[in-house]
């Protein structure tokens, strides 16, 4: 056995040429003229792995970087590590598959070590950073690239890296467990200015504890080209793989009782009524159920409910069921969802206990409060609020600039405050840059002083305010600058609060809701505006309890709970009214009162309301029965959206049942139901994901995402746009922090990031904009010209920002090469913007000449068109080569291309906007009619374009060395080639908008 791998993802990626900056310093193109590295498989089975790597002379040369003299060090067809700070090295990966339950040891056995003396002084990677404290309006950041040596590691005496092979991570991909090996066949020696060169070595991995018997050897005929250019020993790890046990349990039968379900939507926490009306409208089969056996559930528990009149067993038009409804915080949804069904057996009741009130407990005259102000205005990517939603109120860079105008913002105080000493002000703020942060407090006019902290830090400011500066009403916070720097202070509010204590009033005459003490306690709240008030404790809002001991007669003392009704009384009786203000010099006021008591271990939370605080479900519906939970389910193609593009996702499935696959339509809120119980999560998405993987009789390969989605989930920017298939965001750009990733709702069989299963996005808000992407696919195989234009490949290049610094034209320039010799069947053409170059007939001096010649041979059509460059989520170049308002001039027809965006931030599609109009531009492209695109694979995020060098790299050999045709596998190899090159990021962050079982031309 000696297997050989000089090309592709198997060894490193086979990067075009080596990098120094983001986008690096490359030579003149000089493929195929030197030496390539080698990956020997010199022998495997389950217990020992043998490997040889030989490593060609590396390359030096001096280079400027930031006015100063650096050296890079290349090899031909590795990769560059990238770590910030760190000495850009080569660096080379090696997938291994190994079996299940195996633990492994890595040997370096033997090496061919050659001492290259220099001296030389190995640049270091750049690092991204926010390059000002102030942001624009939506919170957008600005960045800046800066190349600064790790002082840890330049000034250590001591190789760098430590290891010359280490381990680079293990997962499953698809059902293959791997192993990633990173090895560094150059390292170098700051001090000494040495760099040593490893010729040849042997590594020997060591296999221990493998689980032989878990391993079934399935073979997965989508997913086979992935493992297939990916896994070093592929032919000897195929018998080594296995289905993962589901961590998505299997939901046993409906989700509430056993009969239909009926969703109940609420957006409040309090009691709610269901009438028989509500009922009879929803379809409900009032007639034939028992109300003894109707239930409720909630998250997937039963909760108490009242039933008012089941004892005759017959649900009577007078008849009504009470429920205590809570809204846990989500940035997801505001509603909660509850499921009214009924049960084989007697559903869960409200239990009741006296109230009843004896005159030596203690009686306690207030209650805590806590009034919280929050708006969310501004999101930031990069900072979570404490909540983990991202979201602030507002910039206070503002405060910083001339002419330093304070800001204020309102707080309501809607109970009275009692006549305690002091009440507590919380202000919580986000600090958004390096800067030091200094601000002045006042509240209601009292100053309360300045704080001062100090970089990206969030703080809860506390401080004491005098009770008697509290309003009832509107109260103000104003916040101003201290220091007025010449550099604004770059911090988020996200909220302000106050806690006092308030009496025990309904201020509004309809409920109140409390926390008690813990203890007996006695209680006497007053200032409702009707009678028959009832008492609620809702300490566990899943099994409620009613207060009781109301009598029927009426007087004016009964004792509790009991209401008193002030009939007549004088106002001194009564003692305040329902604003909450002392009444005792006014002749009359129509309040009433309930007095009662408890004696908990802890401290309870109360309910306490008037008929006309009972509130009413936003909606009752019926459920239709779905079972996507079915281990005897299977399809291998799944088109996750929404009803309203139901009519295209038929296409789909149409087409593709023409093409032999097996798809499934399945809608997003059907998964929220039997996935998280009706709430909106895209985890829920995942969750069903994982299980189809983990459970289906027919895994599925290929997803596709059939619908708009935004990080606005609860439209606090009031655009009005829905969550189709919303965004999967998680923290994974090392620079913005927080951006899309729909890459992890198929990454679901183990800790890894690698895909399971293929994923695209057709990105449509409307069933227009469906339809006009669905055609573009189905069309697309067939469109006239074949042999012309899809025998093109077209490359456009951004200037570089230096000879020597971000040369993307060079780096174009590389592929354009490497195609000649890969895909010499297909005809390329270079469209490049530098200004002030003349004479190379494809190099454009001005953006109007290089706008030109990209219209003209965009409309021409092309198999692929390829970017590398500066961009932003609406345009490339900064001088704007192509811009979203282009987009609707594109006249290519169906000549359309795969789009491979090697740059930052074009696929943002779940950037709330205003209108279509202002949609990303790999949006735009695949959704114009009259051409762009039928595919593109474009960035939510920002990332390295050394990166960016691998992915696309990890592509075209998939398409064109290893005949792999079709999107979703071909982007696939390109994602892994990224991670095995230490590009994780990227993994998350590239998007394919497109069908992922597309077939190019």
């Known amino acids: 056995m000696n297997r050989k791998v000089a090309l592709g993802c198997l060894v490193a990626v086979l990067l075009l040429l080596g990098a120094v900056t983001a986008q690096g310093a490359h030579p003149e193109p000089t493929w195929g ?188 005929g989508y997913f086979e080209p992935v493992l297939r250019a990916t896994i070093l020993n592929y032919e000897q790890a195929k018998a080594w793989r296995s289905r993962a046990p589901s961590t998505v349990a299997a939901q046993a039968g409906p989700i509430c009782g056993v009969g239909p379900q009926y969703k109940v939507i609420v957006n409040a926490e309090g009691l709610h009524e269901i009438t028989y009306a509500d009922l009879v409208g929803a379809g409900f089969p009032v007639a034939s159920v028992d109300p003894a056996r109707l239930t409720m559930c909630f998250m997937g528990q039963e909760v108490a409910i009242q039933v008012v009149g089941q004892e005759d067993h017959i649900f009577n038009p007078s008849d009504r069921i ?48 806590t009034a919280v102000a929050e708006q969310s205005q501004r999101y930031d990517s990069l900072f979570p609020s404490p909540k983990g939603d991202h979201w602030f109120w507002d910039d206070l860079s503002w405060l910083d600039v001339a002419p330093y105008t304070p800001r204020s913002y309102t707080l309501q105080l809607a109970e009275p405050p009692a006549g305690v000493a002091n009440a507590v002000l919380r202000v919580g703020l986000q600090g958004y840059d390096a800067n030091l942060h200094e601000l002045n407090f006042a509240f209601n006019g009292v100053s309360l002083g300045s704080r001062t902290w100090a970089g990206p830090e969030y703080r809860t400011l506390s401080f004491l305010v005098p009770t008697t500066a509290l309003r009832l009403g509107v109260n103000t916070l104003t916040l101003s600058s201290k220091d007025r720097g010449a550099t604004p202070d770059g911090v988020w509010l996200d909220f302000f609060s106050v806690e006092y204590s308030a009496r025990n009033v309904a201020a509004d005459g309809r409920s109140l809701a409390f926390r008690g003490q813990a203890g007996p306690a006695r209680y006497w709240i007053t200032g409702f505006a009707e009678g028959d008030v009832s008492v609620y404790d809702v300490s566990d809002p899943r099994s409620p309890v009613q207060i009781t001991g109301i009598p029927t007669e009426t007087v004016r003392w009964v004792r509790l709970p009991s209401v008193w009704k002030r009939g007549g009384a004088s106002a001194a009786e009564v003692g305040v009214a329902a604003s909450g203000q002392d009444v005792s010099a006014q002749a009359t006021a129509n309040v009433y009162g309930v007095a009662f008591q408890g004696n908990e271990a802890s401290a309870p939370r109360y309910w306490v309301g008037a008929p006309g605080a009972v509130r ?94 935004s990080y606005d989930f609860l439209d606090y920017k009031g655009f009005g746009a829905r969550q189709m298939v919303p965004p999967f965001l998680a923290p994974v750009d090392k620079t913005m922090g927080e951006t899309a990733t729909d890459h992890r709702y198929v990454a679901v069989h183990g800790d890894d990031v690698l895909p399971d299963m293929y994923i695209g996005r057709l990105p449509a808000a409307t069933p227009a904009q469906a339809k006009t992407m669905v055609d573009k696919i189905l069309q697309y195989p067939t469109a006239p010209g074949a042999g012309t234009w899809d025998r093109e490949i077209i490359l456009v290049s951004d200037k570089p920002d230096a000879p020597n610094y971000n040369n993307f034209i060079q780096a174009s320039d590389s592929m354009y090469e490497w195609l000649g010799s890969a895909a010499p069947a297909y005809a390329r053409t270079r469209v490049y913007y530098n200004p002030g170059v003349s004479g190379v007939p494809w190099i454009h001096g001005t953006i109007a000449a290089a706008r030109t010649a990209l219209f003209s041979e965009f409309n021409q059509g092309a198999l692929f068109w390829n970017f590398m460059g500066h961009a932003s989520e609406h345009q490339w170049v900064a001088d704007r080569l192509l811009h979203v308002d282009d987009v609707p001039a594109l006249a290519n027809g169906t000549r359309l291309p795969v789009l491979l965006e090697m740059t930052c931030q074009t696929g943002q599609f779940h950037l709330p906007v205003a209108s279509p109009a202002q949609e990303c531009l790999a949006e735009q492209l695949i959704r114009h009619a009259g051409g762009g695109t039928v595919a593109s694979w474009s960035s939510t995020g920002w990332g390295m374009a050394t990166g960016h060098d691998v992915m696309q790299q990890g592509f075209y050999d998939a398409v064109f060395a290893q005949g792999i045709r079709q999107l979703g596998p071909a982007v696939a190899i390109g994602t892994v080639c990224a991670h095995n090159a230490g590009y994780s990021d990227l993994v998350d962050t590239f998007v394919l908008f497109g069908d992922p079982a597309l077939f190019v031309r």
Not at 114 to 125: H, K
Not at 150 to 173: K, M, N, Q
Not at 327 to 336: A, G, K, Q
Not at 356 to 363: R, W
């Open 33 to 220: 003229q030197e030496p390539m590295p080698e990956v020997r498989l010199v022998s495997g089975d389950a217990d020992t792995i043998v490997l040889d790597i030989l490593t060609p002379r590396p390359t030096v040369r001096e280079v400027q970087v930031g006015g100063e003299t650096w050296h890079e060090v290349r090899v031909a067809g590795l990769a560059t590590a990238s770590e910030p700070g760190a000495p850009q090295l080569p660096v080379q990966t090696v997938m291994l598959g190994i079996p299940p339950g195996a633990t492994w040891q890595v040997q370096l056995e033997s090496t061919d070590r050659v001492l290259l003396e220099g001296p030389y002084r190995v640049a270091p990677a750049p690092s991204v950073r926010v390059a000002r404290a102030g942001r624009a309006e939506d919170g957008a950041l600005a960045y800046e690239e800066t190349t600064l040596p790790d002082a840890r590691i330049y000034g250590a005496p001591t190789y760098y890296p430590a290891e010359v092979v280490e381990e680079a991570g293990s997962g499953y991909l698809r059902d293959q467990r791997f192993l990633s090996l990173r090895i560094y066949p150059v390292r170098y020696h700051a001090a000494s200015g040495q760099l040593e060169w490893y010729a040849r070595m042997r590594v020997r991995v060591r296999l221990m504890g493998a689980d032989l018997a878990a391993c079934d050897g399935e073979q997965d």
């Open 322 to 369: 009470l429920f205590y409804a809570v809204v846990p915080s989500s940035r997801y949804t505001n509603t909660s969802t509850y499921w009214l069904s009924f049960g084989a057996a007697d559903g869960k009741r409200m239990s009741t206990r006296s109230g009843a009130v004896d005159a030596a407990t203690p009686y306690v005259p207030t209650h805590a409060v």
């Open 616 to 709: 009413r479900p936003l909606s009752i519906t019926a459920d239709p029965v779905t079972n996507w939970r079915s281990p005897a389910l299977g399809a291998d193609y799944l088109i996750l959206t929404d009803p309203s593009l139901a009519a295209e996702a038929n296409r789909l499935v149409a087409y593709h049942q023409d093409q032999g696959l097996q798809p499934l339509v399945v809608y997003v809120q059907d998964i929220y139901d039997e996935f998280n119980y009706g709430q909106a999560d895209p985890a829920a998405i995942r969750a069903f994901l994982q299980y189809a993987y983990d459970q289906w009789s027919m895994r599925p390969s290929y997803v596709l995402l059939l619908g708009d989605g």
